[in-house]
């Protein structure tokens, strides 16, 4: 079946120990997303990349970084993570960006910072 | 900035019995999604609405987009213990076809059996 799948399901780490999050899709889609979303809250929008073309939201710490090698893989590194940074992270895709289409999401990753 | 503002914030149903969440927006909405997350995991897309008086189904739950194009409401007919879950509704939060989607708080539904 066409998914999204994200790596590890869940990851701990340590206070200002770099980590990388994977997000890979078989749906051949244009878009991928990552959200961030703390305990009891909204999914927030981090950044997105329309196919190579990084878009990154004007809030997002200079922390949170990604790459998109190839249209099938992405990747979140938080470069030095820190206790507040505790949360599911969510990655999305989507055909394109219009309004014409849904995004579809993965399972998430759960991150604790110890 | 457009806001979601959803209500009831929770929700408790006897299993069989009929309910309805409502999100409302603070500007016109040009495409509206109804999501539904189980704590812990990712989003489930259910429907995506766009026309005024727009009306979708799925099996048990339907969603309209009021003819105004401000307000949703995401109906559940005969609850059952499987539609318990947090349902988001989403919106296109960008000042054109940016793919950023707001949410919002989320509806906490629970179904007693």
């Known amino acids: 079946d066409a998914m999204v799948i994200q790596n590890p399901r869940y990851q701990v780490t340590q206070f200002g120990k770099p980590v990388t999050l994977s997000c890979s899709q078989t749906?051949?889609?244009?878009?991928m997303y990552w959200y961030q979303q703390k305990s009891s809250q909204a999914p927030k929008l981090l950044f997105h990349y329309y196919d190579k073309d990084f878009n990154n939201e004007a809030d997002t710490p200079d922390n949170f970084q990604s790459r998109r090698p190839n249209t099938s893989f992405c990747f979140l590194d938080i470069r030095s993570p820190g206790l507040g940074d505790a949360a599911m992270y969510l990655c999305a895709t989507s055909r394109e960006t219009d309004r014409a289409g849904a995004q579809y999401f993965g399972p998430g990753t759960r991150l604790l910072v110890l | 900035s457009q806001e979601l503002e959803q209500s009831p914030q929770s929700l408790i149903v006897q299993e069989g019995k009929n309910l309805t969440i409502n999100c409302t927006s603070s500007k016109t909405l040009y495409g509206l999604y109804w999501y539904k997350q189980k704590y812990g995991e990712g989003l489930i897309f259910l429907m995506m609405?766009?026309?005024?008086?727009e009306e979708k189904s799925h099996e048990k739950i339907t969603a309209k987009l009021d003819e105004k194009k401000q307000q949703s409401s995401l109906h559940i007919t005969a609850s059952q213990p499987s539609h318990a879950g947090i349902y988001l509704c989403?919106?296109?939060?960008?000042?054109?076809?940016?793919?950023?989607?707001?949410f919002g708080q989320g509806t906490t539904l629970q179904v007693k059996p």
């Open positions: 609405l766009q026309k005024g008086g």
């Open positions: 749906l051949n889609h244009n878009v």
């Open positions: 989403g919106a296109d939060g960008g000042s054109g076809n940016t793919g950023k989607l707001i």
